[in-house]
């Protein structure tokens, strides 16, 4: 009940598309929501966040859109940019975890220029 | 200004021998964590402490021991190290309320040969 499932594993997509990530999750105390970005040789770091009370979240060119009777969130990266490609996971935690993150998988992605 | 830094950014060690990781955070936060990255990628948690005191063991081994002098150091020392043990560990701090981002360090890559 504590996972959370990402996919896809990988994702290539040509500069100027849209990549999507998905993930899903069982538990519905989970109740915040944050996308990671993890460049090699890096850590991870936040790059938008949503709670359940809101269904999209919209930060220049990164949307979480959020869909809480299916327990699924997916992150949109608009106008997708060689820069863009990195590693990214999904994450979510509950009010009474302690802060703990429960990371997806993660999903490795590559934008051609 | 590094806001959470590790030391050392690389390990290599032989198996059975007890090393350590620092870690310091200059962000004023209250919880620090240990995450655990696999050679997948996936991310783990493994300790969080909140105001020096330890709230999160999620069933690391007994060989693997945190040590919070104060609130802006969370030190990981791991005894008789095994070939499992190779990953890249992540210190990370937060504030001290639920559901806020975690700023994680650059990570150490701990390798047991």
């Known amino acids: 009940q504590q996972q959370v499932k990402q996919s896809p594993q990988s994702l290539i997509v040509q500069k100027g598309g849209i990549s999507i990530i998905n993930c899903a999750y069982e538990?519905?105390?989970?109740?915040?929501f944050p996308w990671y970005q993890q460049f090699p040789g890096k850590g991870p770091a936040l790059l938008i966040a949503?709670?359940?009370?809101?269904s999209e979240k919209k930060e220049g060119r990164f949307t979480i859109s959020f869909n809480k009777s299916a327990k699924q969130f997916s992150l949109h990266i608009m106008d997708s940019q060689p820069g863009d490609s990195a590693t990214y996971f999904c994450a979510a935690s509950t009010m009474d975890s302690s802060y703990k993150l429960i990371f997806g998988s993660g999903t490795r992605l590559l934008v051609r220029p | 200004d590094t806001a959470v830094s590790q030391t050392p950014k690389y390990l290599v060690t032989q198996m059975g021998n007890d090393k350590s990781i620092k870690c310091e955070q200059n962000l004023g936060h209250d919880t620090m964590y240990w995450y655990k990255q696999d050679s997948k990628k996936f991310l783990k948690i493994m300790f969080s402490y909140n105001n020096k005191e330890l709230i999160i063991n999620e069933t690391v081994p007994n060989r693997f021991s945190p040590k919070s002098p104060d609130k802006a150091h969370l030190n990981l020392h791991i005894n008789s190290l095994e070939l499992g043990d190779s990953a890249v560990y992540f210190c990370?701090?937060?504030?001290?309320?639920?559901?806020?981002?975690?700023?994680f360090g650059q990570g150490t890559r701990l390798t047991v040969v």
């Open positions: 949503i709670r359940p009370d809101v």
């Open positions: 538990n519905t105390a989970f109740d915040y």
């Open positions: 990370a701090s937060s504030l001290g309320t639920a559901n806020t981002e975690a700023f």
